[in-house]
């Protein structure tokens, strides 16, 4: 949604269905593809701050309690709404257990479809 927003309302590109669960606000005409008959493609898409390992636990607390009250602000989830994301938030002990459990989700999908690194 980010990148192809301004296309789509620019009459620039057809979008034919979007990943998802629900029809996005700004795209409420576009199907999913779980609607299109494609279950397979129902891939919600989020965004998280990530750093690198060994951040002392009391400056991850710091940087989630920001990240948390910026996204209730009214303007950062209104900026956001305007671009096509829904704004979330998971505490850091909710986001690695998303975090672990994609990565198995994705790690099966790739085992199944025979992709092998070159």
Known sequence: MVTSLSHYKAGK????????????????????????????????????????????????????DAVGK????????????????EPGYAAPAELDAFLKADTALWQKRVKEAGIKPK
């Open 13 to 64: 590109v057809q979008v034919h269905g979007v990943t998802g669960a629900k029809r996005p606000a700004l795209m409420p005409d576009v199907p999913t593809f779980t609607e299109s008959g494609y279950p397979m493609l129902d891939i919600p898409i989020w965004f998280a701050y990530l750093g690198p390992a060994g951040i002392p636990r009391d400056a991850v607390k710091t940087l989630s």
């Open 70 to 85: 910026a996204l209730a602000s009214n303007d950062v989830s209104d900026a956001l709404a305007r671009q096509g994301v």
